[in-house]
């Protein structure tokens, strides 16, 4: 079965052997936070509000405190959207030559980094604390040839121990000039 996914940059003949994005939980966790932190205290300070200057009486400080509300709603729905393009668009792409670690840095911010699969020395999963061990996420650690300063690091994905050992066996067999037959390994 083809691969369909190309991205800008891709060299000829190269095939993307898997896509590692991070788990879902993270998205939960920044919309609990956009919860907690803004739609909560806005839902309870209107509802004091309200009970303590009825609309009828207040009429015009009612559509102020409204006005205002809702610009802090509009404040964390920005912060929400911003937090998950960040999230989003951090990926490692492996393919049948090298490991691609697109880090999504600031909002307008992004730095790639690529090593041959051949460099890639070893990788470690890592899965700590109890919410992370249920639902089986944690922090992915590629060391190369290079050293240190060409670690390629990715937080919150899925299974970190299962993608640290096939990562190692596609640059064994890379190594080792085996053939790299191209499944339908995706992430998602």
Excluded at 8 to 24: D, S
Aim: charged share 20%; net charge negative.
């Amino acid at each position: 079965m083809p691969n369909l996914f190309r991205f800008p940059g891709q060299r000829e003949g190269e095939e993307v052997l898997m896509l590692i994005y991070k788990h879902p939980i993270v998205y939960v966790k920044i919309v609990m936070a956009f919860v907690l932190v803004i739609v909560l205290p806005a839902f309870l300070f209107l509802m004091f509000w309200f009970m303590a200057y009825p609309l009828a009486d207040f009429f015009y400080r009612g559509v102020t405190v409204g006005l205002i509300i809702s610009m802090c709603v509009l404040y964390g729905i920005l912060f929400i959207c911003i937090r998950w393009i960040d999230e989003e668009f951090d990926i490692f792409i492996l393919t049948s030559d090298r490991l691609i670690d697109v880090t999504q840095v600031t909002f307008l911010k992004r730095t790639v980094t690529s090593t041959p699969l051949e460099q890639i020395q070893d990788t470690t999963g890592e899965i700590s604390g109890f919410l992370p061990t249920i639902l089986q996420y944690g922090n992915l650690t590629v060391q190369t040839a290079a050293g240190d300063a060409s670690d390629f690091f990715i937080d919150h994905i899925p299974d970190p121990d299962g993608i640290a050992r096939t990562i190692l066996d596609w640059a064994h067999k890379k190594r080792m000039g085996q053939s790299m037959d191209v499944c339908d390994n995706t992430n998602d």
